[in-house]
Nanobody, 114 residues
Framework: QVQLVESGGGLVQPGGSLRLSCAASGNIFRHNFMGWYRQAPGKERELVARIDRSGNTNYADSVKGRFTAFRHNAENTVYLQMNSLKSEDTAVYYC????????WGQGTQVTVSS
């Protein structure tokens, strides 16, 4: 079973940037869509970005134009570049396939606050 380890979160001021990484213990290349999800306190987990094997991406309206997903298949890693962060982006961020069928990792906390 592939294990997912997210990293790169932290505390950032509004307008700031972060780059999240998701390292997989196994081969993720065979999974067409890899997704970035987030879960804010009291809310359900939501998909915010996904990327296919060819690098084509889709984004939730709430992050479109601010977040960019990319992947390095040879390194079994996916990334999420987050710019112009807002307080409403505060959440725990996870990666998984889309639809999600791998075991969830621990996630990485992103806090946007002044």
């Amino acid at each position: 079973q592939v294990q997912l380890v997210e990293s790169g979160g932290g505390l950032v001021q509004p307008g700031g940037s972060l780059r999240l990484s998701c390292a997989a213990s196994g081969n993720i290349f065979r999974h067409n869509f890899m997704g970035w999800y987030r879960q804010a306190p009291g809310k359900e987990r939501e998909l915010v970005a996904r990327i296919d094997r060819s690098g084509n991406t889709n984004y939730a309206d709430s992050v479109k134009g601010r977040f960019t997903a990319f992947r390095h298949n040879a390194e079994n890693t996916v990334y999420l570049q987050m710019n112009s962060l807002k307080s409403e982006d505060t959440a725990v961020y996870y990666c998984n396939t889309d639809p999600a069928y791998l075991t969830w990792g621990q996630g990485t906390q992103v806090t946007v606050s002044s």
